[in-house]
């Protein structure tokens, strides 16, 4: 059983639509994450926090907003997207000490069509 | 650049062994990844390696060799629960995770 829970699992969206990712950990995580994962790539990092803080954004478009109010919660706003933007939306949490190598737990994900 | 290469597809018996393997170029290692990741599913942590040798953990096994920048990964006895993707990542200098794109193995009867 994972301890990263995702809602919606599906979402299909019009490229004028607003809505937004929600993605929950119950494992006592300092670090939160966004992966993209397009069928037969790679995962795509797309954001990283770690203690509430963003550290990371991979040159990802503004119309993807994240937000993080606690380090168990995590958000990605979503407006304006496009079709290319459809695809596999993956959150992650990991223990996250400073210098150490550690272990990242996966949430099953939202399934995002934008049409 | 950085880069994981693996391959796309794999099929192999029920009952029998099979290696997927993963070679990499990245700036910096701290580490080498294997996941599990089921259709629909979330990636499911099976394995990390940061030493060379061989890692077993019943049924799986990693193997590292850092100075030839390759691992594998090990599948004993499979069984039909086994068909998913393996992802490999290995994580950088900088402590990020650099990804293969999977490899997708299916078990036939």
């Known amino acids: 059983e994972t301890g990263v829970t995702q809602t919606p699992r599906h979402l299909v969206m019009g490229m004028t639509n607003k809505k937004s990712l929600k993605c929950e950990q119950h494992?006592?995580?300092?670090?939160m994450y966004w992966y993209k994962q397009s069928a037969k790539k790679p995962l795509e990092l797309m954001f990283v926090?770690?203690?509430?803080?963003?550290?990371e954004n991979n040159s990802v478009p503004s119309r993807f907003s994240p937000e993080c109010p606690n380090s168990s919660h995590l958000f990605l706003h979503l407006h304006t997207l496009q079709p290319e933007d459809s695809a596999l939306y993956l959150c992650?949490?990991?223990?996250?000490?400073?210098?150490?190598?550690?272990?990242?737990?996966f949430g099953p994900g939202t399934r995002l069509t934008v049409l | 650049g950085q880069n994981i290469d693996q391959p796309t597809e794999m099929t192999a018996t029920e009952g029998a062994i099979v290696q997927i393997n993963c070679t990499y170029q990245?700036?910096?290692?701290?580490?080498l990844f294997w996941y599990q990741q089921h259709a629909g599913e979330a990636p499911t942590f099976l394995s990390y390696?940061?030493l060379d040798g061989l890692e077993e953990k019943g049924r799986f096994s990693s193997f590292l060799s850092r100075s030839k920048g390759y691992s594998y990964l090990l599948l004993k006895e499979l069984q039909m629960k086994d068909s998913a993707s393996y992802l490999c990542?290995?994580?950088?200098?900088?402590?990020?995770?650099?990804w293969g794109a999977g490899t997708k193995l299916i078990i036939k009867p």
């Open positions: 992650a949490s990991s223990q996250r000490s400073a210098g150490e190598a550690d272990t990242q737990y």
């Open positions: 494992l006592g995580h300092n670090a």
């Open positions: 926090y770690n203690f509430k803080e963003q550290t």
């Open positions: 990245t700036s910096g290692f701290n580490g």
């Open positions: 390696n940061v």
């Open positions: 990542a290995v994580m950088d200098s900088n402590y990020q995770l650099i």
